[in-house]
């Protein structure tokens, strides 16, 4: 691992995020949809032509596409992200202010996934052809096949309409009310989490039972280590190596998900201002958020293979 | 001054949370606080107070200012800052103020704020919804500090209801852009931005023990199966825009109530710049077509009524039977006003909606059906609600489908819908010629005696009924959920139901 090597995967990493900004300014220009109109017509309205263009210049979007493109591009170099045309809100704000509920909101459901899809995965994979692995595997295989909405809406209908033991779904600062914050987070998390664990299962369940066949097992056992020695210093540290890749992997499908998984839970990350935003063409917000959840996908992807080259020694980058 | 651009609901609002009495407490300790919690369709994109942001935006906007006039429950006028207003022997309006109405500041309102607020709201450079009709205000007059006279551009019969509009309130002429102050029944005392906003009761308001409640909390559910969900759950104590598939739940639960109101509607709109629709039989043939019972089934299961003629609210003066049913389903008058037209073999043409509102798609869907009945093959068009309104304002389509509420009960309200000589918006037929009814809508807005006025709008009616600027498909019920509890809250009628919000400074807890 050389410094030359992280400094260059950086670059890279800026360069991504300027073609994704670029696509996304470009696209949604070219998509129909004036965002002066859009806001005073809200719920209706019929605004006059005057009043529009009177909204249009005061935003801005009279000017040029490349005016405004350049305008845009001067204002990323200073690492302004420019302000909602909807009602002026810095997009930096806004982002600081959901990024950490759909972060939690990841964390909360990968770990979730981990506790339960590794370890039983691992288990599955000792007691292979038993009576868990069979029903775990047809548990997970159901679990994937189930859209993370229709998981979340039977959720809210169970748990909260109809047992009224959770609340439907909304946020509270953690910092307001702990209990209430962690009661808001579980329903959301669970369902974030679902697929996840299940890939998760089916993975470990996978790399153990390949480990598991491996000869430096047959050896550690032959030389009288006890069962739970050989599973984990020998069975785990090589089979967490694929889970690692996987986990990264999923992240994006992850990040994707938090857009469903929020809006029917209400919980306010930053898929709600990206569906707002993106309804109302504001652009600002829009091409704000998508470069967050971009660049946060990159680095991600840089961490696994860190991780990656931390636990499998035989990883070089250089 | 103008409002810039930054929001009350920015930086500039300074919400004292923690000494607020919204620390989330369990339901029944918010209850005994007398905070009513109501769950909001959307969070209200700003607080302008006279920009056009929707009328969840409305709904705040109306607690937290006043303006001259507002409805009462029955959907009347009554005045608010305002204690009267006459028409003087000139023919200019005079308001004369009420004594004590302060704004949440504590200053006095006078007519300095209002003469001032008018004059933001008709500016050359005012992005105000009503700044077309305020630009008819040829000057203000200050006779004392309690009376205001208004000379108008020509007699402007409705004029006093446009201060009862949600985006027409009298700011303190001394604010801040990014402040404006109002002086509401309810101050705006904290925000969670796109998830809630606060109000408390204002001590000073002007009128003796209002508000009722002590708070409200509105907390966004755009959802409308979760914000169902929160009323039945308990999490809320009301909620606006009951689901239609929801209502019967809603009414069915011991807990809970419904409180409904046929106010909005649905139509076809024409783009009348090329043929065939530019012929008005054409038009006709398509009013002919359509059987409205379905749509009212499918689209709004069951929850509002077939509309066969101009939409005008049944019980009212200007409604009359026979006008209302002059586009009764008749497939065989349809097939031969097509005939007629030079299109016996019907035609080939297009049909704009969106995917993004299931009503909109059901009743898109439910015309197609019915059209192609008659012989006219309409293709579907069903992009998102932005690229929908966009191409609508363009006249990039033939035929679409809207979902509207007029502006009020007035007929004079219906000019936003039927007034096709107006400039080119998403809600109108697109240069559709409909000249008798425009003139008779200019009339009706000039009369100032009622019985005239009648009569003014069912000529209107049978203008339409011929020009067919529109053609009216079937109004849905608006309806508001809320825990049994909740006392003194009404949902107003017709047009007004979207401006129900008001009514919150008289609900409190039973």
Redesign the interface.
């Given at each position: 691992m050389s410094a030359a090597w992280l400094g260059r995967r950086l670059i890279m990493t800026l360069a991504m995020a300027w073609v994704v900004a670029t696509i996304v300014f470009l696209a949604l220009h070219m998509v129909p949809g004036d965002p002066a109109e859009l806001l005073l017509s809200t719920s209706g309205a019929m605004p006059d032509p005057a009043t529009v263009q009177e909204l249009r210049e005061k935003l801005g979007l009279d000017r040029p596409i490349l005016v405004q493109y350049g305008h845009f591009l001067a204002g990323l170099a200073r690492g302004d992200l420019g302000a909602s045309l909807i009602d002026d809100y810095p997009v930096i704000q806004e982002i600081g202010l959901r990024l950490p509920r759909t972060l939690e909101l990841i964390l909360a459901g990968t770990l979730i996934a981990l506790l339960v899809g590794v370890p039983s995965g691992v288990y599955a994979a000792v007691h292979r052809g038993g009576a868990f692995d069979r029903v775990a595997s047809w548990i997970t295989a159901l679990l994937l096949a189930v859209p993370v909405f229709v998981v979340g809406t039977l959720l809210v209908l169970l748990l909260a309409q109809t047992l009224r033991l959770m609340p439907a779904g909304g946020f509270v600062p953690i910092t307001q009310d702990p209990a209430q914050h962690f009661k808001l987070l579980a329903l959301p998390a669970i369902a974030i989490a679902k697929g996840l664990a299940a890939v998760l299962f089916r993975m470990t369940r996978a790399a153990t039972l390949d480990a598991l066949a491996h000869d430096y097992v047959r050896t550690a056992r032959a030389k009288g280590a006890s069962p739970k020695r050989v599973l984990v210093v020998h069975v785990l540290r090589n089979a967490l190596n694929p889970v690692v890749t996987v986990l990264g992997l999923q992240m994006g499908t992850l990040l994707g998900g938090t857009v469903l998984v929020e809006y029917v839970f209400n919980w306010p990350g930053l898929s709600t201002p990206l569906l707002r935003a993106v309804e109302g063409r504001d652009y600002p917000m829009v091409v704000g958020i998508i470069l967050t959840i971009s660049v946060l996908f990159l680095l991600i992807n840089l961490l696994v293979e860190l991780l990656h080259a931390a636990i499998d020694p035989r990883v070089q980058h250089g | 001054m103008t409002i810039?651009?930054?929001?009350v609901?920015?930086?500039g609002l300074a919400g004292p949370?923690l000494a607020s009495p919204f620390?989330?407490r369990p339901a029944s300790a918010q209850r005994a606080a007398g905070i009513i919690r109501y769950g909001l369709s959307a969070?209200p994109?700003?607080l302008q107070p006279w920009?056009?942001?929707?009328?969840?935006?409305?709904t705040v906007k109306m607690l937290i200012n006043r303006s001259l006039v507002s409805y009462d429950s029955k959907g009347e006028l009554r005045g608010e800052l305002a204690e009267s207003w006459s028409r003087d022997a000139e023919g200019a309006w005079v308001f004369k103020l009420r004594k004590g109405c302060v704004f949440h500041n504590g200053e006095p309102v006078t007519a300095d704020d209002v003469k001032w607020s008018i004059e933001q709201i008709a500016g050359e450079?005012?992005?105000?919804?009503m700044?077309?009709q305020f630009q008819l205000i040829e000057k203000i007059e200050i006779s004392d500090p309690q009376t205001v006279r208004l000379v108008t551009k020509g007699p402007q019969a409705t004029l006093p209801s446009w201060f009862a509009n949600y985006n027409t309130f009298i700011i303190w002429r001394k604010s801040n852009p990014n402040e404006p102050i109002g002086a509401g029944p309810f101050r705006l005392v904290g925000q969670?931005?796109?998830?809630s906003v606060e109000l408390a009761a204002f001590d000073k308001f002007y009128k003796p023990g209002i508000p009722k409640a002590k708070g409200i909390k509105f907390?966004?559910?755009?959802?409308e199966?979760?914000r169902n969900?929160?009323l039945?759950?308990?999490?809320v104590d009301m909620i606006e825009y009951v689901p239609w598939q929801s209502m019967a739940a809603v009414e069915a639960d011991p807990r809970l109530k419904l409180d409904n109101q046929e106010g909005?509607f649905m139509d076809v709109l024409f783009n009348g710049s090329k043929p065939p629709f530019n012929d008005p039989r054409v038009r006709r043939a398509v009013a002919h077509a359509v059987k409205r019972e379905d749509i009212v089934k499918v689209a709004f299961f069951g929850r509002g009524k077939p509309l066969e003629g101009v939409p005008i609210v049944e019980g009212t003066p200007w409604y009359d039977k026979e006008l209302a049913h002059g586009w009764n389903y008749d497939p065989a008058k349809a097939k031969a006003l097509l005939t007629e037209a030079g299109h016996a073999n019907g035609f080939q043409t297009t049909l704009l909606a969106t995917a993004?509102f299931g009503m909109h798609k059901d009743t898109a869907e439910i015309v197609q059906q019915y059209l192609a009945a008659i012989g006219i093959q309409a293709e579907l068009q069903l992009?998102?609600?932005?690229?929908r309104?966009?191409?609508g304002?363009r006249g990039q389509y033939d035929m679409a489908i809207?979902?509207?509420?007029s502006d009020n009960n007035d007929p004079d309200g219906l000019t936003?819908v039927l007034d096709t000589s107006?400039?080119?918006?998403?809600?109108?037929s697109f240069k559709v010629e409909a000249p008798r009814t425009v003139a008779a809508l200019a009339k009706g807005r000039a009369e100032f005696d009622q019985a005239k006025r009648v009569e003014i709008y069912k000529e209107m009616q049978r203008a339409a009924l011929e020009e067919v600027p529109m053609v009216g498909l079937a109004w849905r019920q608006q309806g508001y959920g809320m825990d049994k509890s909740v006392q003194g809250f009404t949902n107003l009628p017709g047009a007004l139901s979207?401006s129900s919000g008001n009514q919150l400074e008289e609900t409190y807890f039973g």
């Open positions: - | 810039s651009r930054r929001s609901l920015g930086a949370l620390l989330i969070f994109p700003n920009v056009s942001t929707g009328a969840s935006a409305g450079k005012s992005t105000a919804y700044r077309t969670e931005r796109g998830t907390i966004v559910y755009a959802d199966n979760l969900a929160a039945i759950s308990g999490d909005p993004q992009p998102d609600w932005s690229t309104v966009s191409r304002t809207h979902g509207v509420s936003v107006l400039s080119p918006t998403h809600g109108r979207t």
